[in-house]
Nanobody, 120 residues
Framework: QVQLVESGGGLVQPGGSLRLSCAVSGSIFSIYAMRWYRQAPGKQRELVAGISSGGSTNYADSVKGRFTISRDNAKNTVYLQMNSLKPEETAVHYC??????????????WGQGTQVTVSS
């Protein structure tokens, strides 16, 4: 079994910053790509940022220059630094990880989500 636990969400004022973390644990052999998604009320889930096992990153156009995704492979953890947050970015944020388990089965696992609220 593999578990993803997100933390770092909360309430922040417009223009503020938050740093999300997502720790992966369980029967891990290797972790490949890791990603952050978000889903705002009444909207479809969207990909915010992704990072490969080698550190290559990609971002949604709407967050380029403001958000930074990073990972600590020694800690099996991915981070999302979010700056200059906007009220319309209020959403539940989810992390995902492509994990090969000790049983050598690869699958994408999801965290439970963490709420980010941008409001004054």
């Amino acid at each position: 079994q593999v578990q993803l636990v997100e933390s770092g969400g909360g309430l922040v004022q417009p223009g503020g910053s938050l740093r999300l973390s997502c720790a992966v644990s369980g029967s891990i052999f290797s972790i490949y790509a890791m990603r952050w998604y978000r889903q705002a009320p009444g909207k479809q889930r969207e990909l915010v940022a992704g990072i490969s096992s080698g550190g290559s990153t990609n971002y949604a156009d709407s967050v380029k220059g403001r958000f930074t995704i990073s990972r600590d492979n020694a800690k099996n953890t991915v981070y999302l630094q979010m700056n200059s947050l906007k009220p319309e970015e209020t959403a539940v944020h989810y992390c995902t990880a492509d994990v090969k388990t000790i049983a050598k089965v690869t699958a994408t696992y999801w965290g439970q989500g963490t709420q980010v609220t941008v409001s004054s």
